[in-house]
């Protein structure tokens, strides 16, 4: 098992900048493929990004590319998605996800609990 904890979502002007956190405990955090999917109301869940387990490869939605980055710290057990240049459609709820595999297009088998981003016009 693996546990995640998504944290610092928030409320931002559009053009302003977010960091999210994604603390993992439970089995070796650095042989899995961490990501981040967001659902928007009345939207489907949507993958966002992704990084393999060594930081050397990540993936994007085409509609984040060149605003957010994906980072992650194996020795803090820790994923990051650096978020600039908001948009009021990055509003959604944004989960942090981890698979053994890459996660493009599978349904990652864990999943943080949420957080809320608000992007203000």
């Known amino acids: 098992q693996v546990q995640l904890v998504d944290t610092g979502g928030g409320l931002v002007q559009a053009g302003g900048s977010l960091r999210l956190s994604c603390a993992a405990s439970?089995?070796?955090?650095?042989?899995?493929?961490m990501g981040w999917f967001r659902q928007a109301p009345g939207k489907e869940r949507e993958f966002v990004a992704h990084i393999s387990w060594s930081g050397r490869t990540t993936a994007y939605v085409d509609s984040v590319k060149g605003r957010f980055t994906i980072s992650r710290d194996n020795a803090k057990n820790t994923v990051y998605l650096q978020m600039n240049s908001l948009k009021p459609e990055d509003t959604a709820v944004y989960y942090c996800a981890a698979d053994t595999r890459d996660m493009v297009r599978i349904t990652p088998a864990y999943w943080g609990q949420g957080t809320q981003v608000t992007v203000s016009s």
């Open positions: 439970g089995r070796t955090f650095s042989n899995y493929f």
